[in-house]
């Protein structure tokens, strides 16, 4: 059965002692929860990922990375491997996220080969993509998102997809506290999850989780992770808190 996934991506915020009072926050808050089968991931920025994952140890809290590079070392001043992302613990890369798409030119190609690097080194992929508002305007929101997924994954044998996460985050839903209505959602996570099964059969799509991303608040949290095809959220901006973060958890 796919899991359910909550997985807060803290973008460029939290210092090292933020970050340290956050993860100690969300894993007493998570303690005493049934999880269920529910997954409860944080990706901080590079610099604090390996205090977030020593903190982490021995707690239900993963700890995922938000970016990393295609190469597996070599002169690349100022990126960072998932080589090196593995050696210090972590196992989780979020990858193709909309702000790394829009402001630093990451394509399909290229995120191709992030793909591909990342499994080479057993990290699992939190796989982000989704339509532009002008994409949905015109009603090319399906077609937007099948050439994203086919681009940047179908080079992919299924066995490679017991490592791979969906994200779907409408960019226009993105820190704009616009979020997709629950039906909006469903919609295009079953249109997800369909093409996944055009290629490699609805066994291997059935068993991917999909997530939804985009102004999830613990508002709306519950009503859009009702629908059968939506398996969690990405959170961006309600995850810097604990209380907003831990009501999302709950929301499963
Ligand atoms: P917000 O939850 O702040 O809209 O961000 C979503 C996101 O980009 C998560 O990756």
Redesign the pocket.
Known sequence: MRKNIVAG?WKMNNDLKATRKLVKQIKKSIEDKDLNNTRVVIAPTFVNLATAVKRSKKSKLEVAAQNMHQATNGAYTGEVSGEMLKSIGVKTVILG?SERRAYFGETDALLAEKVNTALANNLEIIFCFGEELTDRKEGNQEAVVESQIKNALFQLDSNAFKHIVLAY?PVW???TGETASPEQAQDMHAFIRNTLASKYGSEVADSVSILY????KPANAKEIFSKPDVDGG?????SLKVDDFSAIVSAF
């Open positions: 991506n996220h985050e839903a993105i820190g991303g985009g102004s999830v990405l959170i961006g901006g309600a």
